[in-house]
């Protein structure tokens, strides 16, 4: 298996800052095509802090910065929130799903971030034994870029999200067992990147963010940043002396 490092690293969020990271990528990148909605992604909503679900953070390997993320929510944590406004099929129903939201990358960053995040996506899921993937698309460009990867369409017409402000949808799926053997058989571009190649900078199992434990978080880390300006400035008169 071939190993690929990367100038960036992929994490589950586990802190309260990491959450506020994804939020400003999110607000950036929603907000550029919906500026109403701007405000609105900028801070955690209640499914961020519910618990229930598990947001990735791509961030620059040598600056810390935020550079993308996505949130996958499980079906086997309670109702998906497309399922408030979309039935899926019957054929879908005893099956465990998985929701793809909040994929953001910023503008200029690396290509493969968004693969990568995608890849996350997908290896959390086949790691909590998930069989479908769900999602909604607006643009038809990027409906084109997930038939691409393997995924088919669910609805003739678009569908208000109601978690999405209202706006039209379109609804798609992925079958998350059979895409290894489907990609292979059909020599996929992308096989090789998803199965054949081992990427250390991917971590899927970190610690998830807590609410529960978010705020004794920041605590520590201002009580830390706290007593390095302490130190030094103890350091400075020390030296003056």
Same mark, same amino acid.
């Given at each position: @298996?071939e190993?690929m490092?990367l100038?960036?690293?992929?994490?589950?969020?586990a802190?309260?800052?990491?959450l506020?990271?994804?939020?400003?990528?999110?607000?950036k990148?929603y907000?550029?095509?919906l500026?109403?909605?701007?405000?609105?992604?900028?801070?955690?909503?209640? @499914?961020?802090?519910s618990?229930?679900c598990?947001?990735f953070l791509?961030?620059d390997?040598?600056?810390?910065?935020p550079l993308?993320t996505?949130?996958?929510?499980l079906s086997t944590?309670g109702?998906? @929130?497309l399922?408030?406004?979309?039935?899926?099929p !019957?054929?879908?129903?005893?099956?465990?799903?998985?929701?793809?939201?909040r994929?953001?990358v910023?503008?200029g960053?690396d290509p493969?971030?968004?693969?990568?995040?995608?890849?996350?996506?997908?290896y #959390?899921?086949l790691?909590?034994?998930?069989?479908?993937?769900?999602?909604?698309?607006?643009?038809p460009?990027?409906?084109?870029? #997930?038939?691409?990867?393997?995924?088919e369409?669910l609805?003739? !017409?678009?569908v208000?999200?109601?978690?999405?402000?209202?706006?039209?949808?379109?609804v798609l799926w992925?079958?998350v067992r059979?895409? !290894?053997r489907?990609?292979?058989?059909?020599?996929h571009p992308? #096989?090789?990147?998803?199965?054949?190649?081992h990427?250390p900078?991917?971590?899927?199992?970190?610690p998830?963010?807590?609410?529960d434990?978010?705020a004794?978080?920041?605590?520590?880390?201002s009580e830390?940043?706290?007593?390095a300006?302490?130190? !030094?400035v103890?350091?400075?008169?020390?030296s003056i002396?």
């Open positions: @298996m190993t490092t100038s960036f690293g992929v994490r589950p969020i802190s309260d800052w990491a506020a990271d994804a939020c400003t990528v999110r607000a990148c907000g550029h095509h500026p109403a909605l701007k405000d609105t992604y900028a801070a955690p909503d209640p @499914m961020d802090e618990g229930s598990t947001s791509a961030f390997k040598l600056s810390g910065a993308g996505v949130r996958v929510q944590l109702p998906l @929130m399922e408030s406004s979309y039935e899926v !019957e054929w879908m129903a005893p099956r465990t799903r998985a929701e793809l939201t994929l953001s910023l503008p960053a493969l971030v968004r693969l990568m995040l995608w890849k996350a996506g997908y #959390y899921c790691a909590n034994q998930i069989q479908c993937m769900v999602i909604g698309a607006r643009r460009a990027l409906i084109r870029q #997930y038939q691409g990867l393997g995924f369409l609805t003739d !017409e678009p208000l999200f109601a978690h999405a402000g209202g706006l039209p949808h379109s992925f079958d059979a895409a !290894e489907r990609w292979f058989e059909t020599d992308l #096989y090789h990147f998803m199965f054949t190649t990427h900078d991917l971590d899927l199992f970190g998830r963010w807590r609410p434990v978010a004794a978080q920041s605590a520590a880390r830390s940043v706290a007593g300006v302490s130190s !030094e103890s350091s400075q008169r020390t002396a």
